[in-house]
């Protein structure tokens, strides 16, 4: 399953961004759905994620985004979202889509845990 992403860019201090990610695939059954972020030099880490289930999905943010970064899911799209507001230079980093579940080939489900390319998000202050 491939996952494309966009919506990165350089913004300023203060500024919102919104990053998409969309996952290819005829039949598939997404569990999570999240967004990690690797800054120069540092590990990947959790931003944030979403479950299944309504259409809401529950999430869970990492604690140096709450109240800033929303994440949220369109089912019928496969498409995961990541709304970034009041950001901050520590922000920075490239982020990551992360979709896990299950592909339908010739009758059979295979699971998958797929990863996008990655999108460069830049502040400046």
């Known amino acids: 399953v491939q996952l494309v992403e966009s919506g990165g860019g350089l913004v300023q201090s203060g500024g919102s961004l919104r990053l998409s990610c969309a996952a290819s695939?005829?039949?598939?059954?997404?569990?999570?759905m999240g967004w990690y972020r690797q800054a120069p030099g540092k590990q990947r880490d959790l931003v944030a994620t979403i479950t299944s289930g309504t259409s809401s999905g529950s999430t869970n943010y990492a604690d140096s985004v709450k109240g800033r970064f929303t994440v949220s899911r369109d089912n019928a799209k496969n498409a995961v979202y990541l709304q970034m507001n009041s950001l901050k230079p520590e922000d920075t980093a490239v982020y990551y889509c992360n979709v896990v579940g299950m592909e339908r080939r010739l009758m059979l489900w295979y699971a998958f845990d797929s990863w996008g390319q990655g999108t460069q998000v830049t502040v400046s202050s």
């Open positions: 695939g005829s039949d598939l059954s997404i569990n999570n």
